[in-house]
Structures are given as structure tokens and as C-alpha cells.
């Protein structure tokens, strides 16, 4: 799967950023998702935080690592941008939960904020690529 080729491919508006810009932006995203992300599941292994406090973040997880498949692998963009809503839904949900539930760990939600940032955009793209993609879509 060559996603470089495959996102060219795609329609895009003109605010869509560069293709060498994803890169960077999700290795600097993925290593703030490792650490806080990371501080989640060890609180809740040492029964600092509850289960449902932790399960915005698995879902999260697994929301934001389907994207690729979804998106390149099956090349459908209406299931990638009910992924992305899906994904954006439950980092507003950890932020949220985890911002009321310990002030020890409000730092995580605080350090997600580049992430939430980024998927708030990332949302927004993908929806204007199905968008302007419907027909290639309705035809796959």
C-alpha cells in the first residue's frame, strides 16, 4: 500500500497541507499519544485511574491506527471520515474525562491538546476529501 501515491491521487481542497508535512506532524503527535497515552493505561494498571476513565483512550487508539487501513487499504472515504468522527469524538472524551477525574493526571489532557488540535484539522480534511471524492466513492 503506498499511501503517498494513493493520497495524491485523492481530490483535495487547497488548504490542504503538503504531503511531506504528515510525516513530521504525527511523530512529533505520536510521541506525545505514547507518553500521555502511556500514563493512562500504567495509572490504571496501579488502580490510580478507573476503567472508564482508560477507555476513551483504547478506544482512541484503535480509532486512530484503523484510519490508515481504512482510508488506503479498503480506499473509502466515507468509512475514514466516520473513523476520523469517531476518533475526534473519543480524544474529546479523554481529554474531558481525564481532566475531571485526578488532578494528577491533568497534565494528559492538557499535553493533547497539539493532537486534538490536529485532529480537529485532520476531521475537517478528511471530511472535504469525501466530499469532493463522493462520486469515486459511490462508484468503489
Same mark, same amino acid.
Do not use: H
Given at each position: 500500500?503506498?499511501?503517498?501515491?494513493?493520497?495524491?491521487?485523492?481530490?483535495?481542497?487547497?488548504?490542504? +497541507?503538503?504531503?511531506?508535512?504528515?510525516?513530521?506532524?504525527?511523530?512529533?503527535?505520536?510521541?506525545?499519544?505514547?507518553?500521555?497515552?502511556?500514563?493512562?493505561?500504567?495509572?490504571?494498571?496501579?488502580?490510580?485511574?478507573?476503567?472508564? /476513565?482508560?477507555? +476513551?483512550?483504547? #478506544?482512541?487508539? /484503535?480509532?486512530?491506527?484503523?484510519?490508515?487501513?481504512?482510508?488506503?487499504?479498503?480506499?473509502?472515504?466515507?468509512?475514514?471520515?466516520?473513523?476520523?468522527?469517531?476518533?475526534?469524538?473519543?480524544?474529546?472524551?479523554?481529554?474531558?474525562?481525564?481532566?475531571?477525574?485526578?488532578?494528577?493526571?491533568?497534565?494528559?489532557?492538557?499535553?493533547?491538546?497539539?493532537?486534538?488540535?490536529?485532529?480537529?484539522?485532520?476531521?475537517?480534511?478528511? #471530511?472535504?476529501?469525501?466530499?469532493?471524492?463522493?462520486?469515486?466513492?459511490?462508484?468503489?
Amino acid at each position: 500500500m503506498n499511501t503517498q501515491k494513493e493520497y495524491r491521487q485523492l481530490l483535495k481542497p487547497s488548504w490542504s +497541507p503538503p504531503d511531506w508535512l504528515f510525516g513530521p506532524v504525527w511523530s512529533v503527535l505520536y510521541i506525545i499519544i505514547f507518553i500521555s497515552f502511556g500514563s493512562v493505561f500504567y495509572g490504571l494498571l496501579k488502580n490510580e485511574i478507573v476503567f472508564m /476513565i482508560a477507555l +476513551p483512550f483504547i #478506544l482512541n487508539l /484503535i480509532f486512530n491506527f484503523a484510519f490508515t487501513p481504512i482510508q488506503f487499504g479498503l480506499r473509502n472515504n466515507l468509512l475514514a471520515a466516520i473513523d476520523i468522527l469517531l476518533s475526534l469524538g473519543t480524544l474529546i472524551w479523554a481529554i474531558f474525562s481525564i481532566w475531571q477525574s485526578t488532578p494528577i493526571f491533568g497534565w494528559v489532557a492538557l499535553i493533547n491538546i497539539p493532537y486534538l488540535i490536529w485532529v480537529l484539522f485532520a476531521t475537517t480534511l478528511q #471530511l472535504t476529501i469525501t466530499y469532493l471524492n463522493r462520486k469515486t466513492t459511490i462508484e468503489s
